[in-house]
């Protein structure tokens, strides 16, 4: 290349590559934790046969919507209604017998005074009429429970909700010396979600929140978004009610219980959820995206800028 005439070839670098500078300000991120749990009817009900007697119909679809006071089954009510039938006759002798007590005690008050009769007497028919009234109001209180036992006999909704299958067909023998479970009514909307913390994880958050790292999240503001078991995302968010007071000493765990809207029925009891629950918030956090974020042996590192257009590593 010296002896040639022939201009000398310079290598050239490359210029610098661009690259993308974003800007960060510091705002307040809430802090999220992602938790399993398990769906739970918010009212249940278990409806019960309170009084002895066949099955005469089943009223109900099973599946079906019911409301609080809908009839669901009709037992017979023929025994219930003669017990009912002899109560009232109790009760109306009962009322005789202290009335004619009474028209006793009524007399011999003036006989007493001019010494006509005994005292004696006298006591003997006011303690009858007092025993007379003892009786009516025993017999007036066997009425009314033969006349409950009679309202009995038609099975109603005790609560508004969905109810499951027929425990009893029609002819079946129920109320015969203990209360025959009929069926059951859940109420799925809204709905609890019972969701399972470890207790290292509650610790650490409380001494952050103690330390002033991170600020509590009022209950109002404290939503929580549920994965189904598809990995979707449910539309309806939920909110958190409460943390229980005690660990499981087997799983060494929380109990927290949010509650969701199921206006859709879609999410049933007993099915499993993750969720995202909002528990904290970092007022002054600086957040970069993550393709920003390097790993190294010393930890996770950044390329800033300074004001002179020269890059650090932090």
Do not use: W
């Not at 007399?107 to 025993?131: C, G, M, T, W």
């Amino acid at each position: 290349a010296a002896c040639s005439n022939e201009p000398t070839m310079v290598n050239t670098p490359p210029p610098p590559p661009d690259v993308a500078v974003v800007t960060v300000t510091p705002r307040p991120v809430v802090m999220t934790t992602e938790l399993p749990g398990r769906v739970e009817a918010s009212r249940t009900a278990q409806v019960r046969a309170r009084a002895a007697g066949i099955v005469l119909e089943r009223v109900f679809q099973e599946g079906s919507d019911v409301q609080a006071g809908d009839v669901l089954y009709r037992i017979d009510p023929a025994p219930l209604q003669a017990t009912l039938n002899s109560a009232k006759a109790q009760l109306a002798r009962a009322e005789a017998n202290l009335k004619q007590a009474s028209i006793r005690a009524k007399r011999y008050a003036p006989l007493v005074e001019i010494n006509a009769i005994s005292r004696q007497d006298y006591d003997d028919a006011v303690a009858a009429r007092e025993l007379a009234a003892a009786d009516v109001a025993a017999a007036k209180a066997a009425v009314e429970v033969a006349r409950l036992n009679l309202g009995y006999a038609t099975v109603t909704a005790p609560i508004a909700g969905r109810i499951g299958r027929a425990l009893v067909t029609e002819g079946a023998l129920v109320g015969q010396g203990e209360a025959t479970p009929l069926a059951i009514i859940q109420q799925i909307d809204p709905v609890y979600v019972n969701l399972t913390q470890s207790s290292a994880e509650l610790l650490q958050l409380q001494r952050a929140l103690a330390s002033g790292q991170l600020q509590g999240l009022d209950a109002e503001e404290a939503k929580v978004t549920l994965i189904t078991e598809d990995g979707r995302e449910y539309p309806y968010p939920g909110r958190l009610l409460f943390s229980d007071i005690s660990v499981d000493q087997s799983t060494g765990a929380v109990t927290l219980r949010a509650e969701a809207p199921n206006p859709d029925r879609f999410l049933l009891p007993g099915m499993y959820v993750r969720a995202r629950l909002q528990q904290a918030v970092v007022n002054d956090a600086i957040t970069v995206p993550q393709q920003a974020v390097n790993r190294t042996h010393q930890g996770a590192v950044v390329m800033v800028v300074d004001l002179d257009g020269r890059v650090a590593v932090k």
